[in-house]
């Protein structure tokens, strides 16, 4: 009875450090909780910068280089700007040379990629793929909620009327869409 439960726990063991959670470096390849992969020497398409001023919020200088910019007063906004990949690289093709994942168990995890340039720059992968500074295929850009749009027969039927009123459309334009609302 003892070996078999000790045989149980390590199957268990096993099975439970088997199934790893998305992100993940396996290799040279980067599995995002998307599905999009990224291997080293791959080459990126950048998309379109999120901060105000349209340069990149999740693509900046590495930590590690030399250029990068760092606040001696404690407050990183003006570093991070400093940083950021700048908004005329949108576009660009930017080939993947390193994958890197940073973090502990305490406090998690992030994972980034270094592109190739100079000065080279790192990618936070999961926030750069989710607002789209990362042009990725269609079906692994995040799922947005659509909202439910119900809208009441009559009230179309009120909008038309009133654009109608207001001359923006004619009376064969009224009639047809109001056709149209009421199925006939």
Not at 2 to 8: E, M, N, T
Not at 55 to 61: C, E, T
Request: no cysteine.
């Amino acid at each position: 009875m003892k070996r078999f439960l000790i045989l149980l726990s390590g199957i268990t063991i096993s099975l439970v450090s088997y199934a790893q959670e998305l992100p993940l470096i396996k290799g040279d390849t980067l599995y995002t909780t998307s599905g999009f992969k990224i291997v080293k020497d791959q080459p990126l398409k950048i998309g379109v910068g999120t901060m105000t001023d349209v340069d990149f919020k999740y693509i900046r200088i590495n930590s590690a280089s030399l250029f990068n910019n760092f606040s001696t007063t404690g407050y990183q906004g003006l570093a991070n700007q400093a940083n950021a990949l700048p908004r005329s690289k949108s576009g660009m093709l930017m080939k993947v040379v390193k994958l890197q994942k940073r973090g502990s168990d305490k406090k998690g995890f992030v994972y980034y990629i270094l592109l190739s340039g100079f000065p080279r720059y790192e990618v936070d992968v999961e926030n750069a793929i989710k607002f789209g500074e990362i042009a990725v295929p269609d079906e692994f850009k995040p799922k947005t909620e659509t909202a439910n749009q119900t809208f009441s027969v009559a009230d179309e039927i009120k909008k038309f009327k009133a654009l109608l009123d207001a001359g923006a459309i004619t009376q064969e334009e009224y009639d047809a869409k109001k056709k149209k609302l009421l199925g006939l």
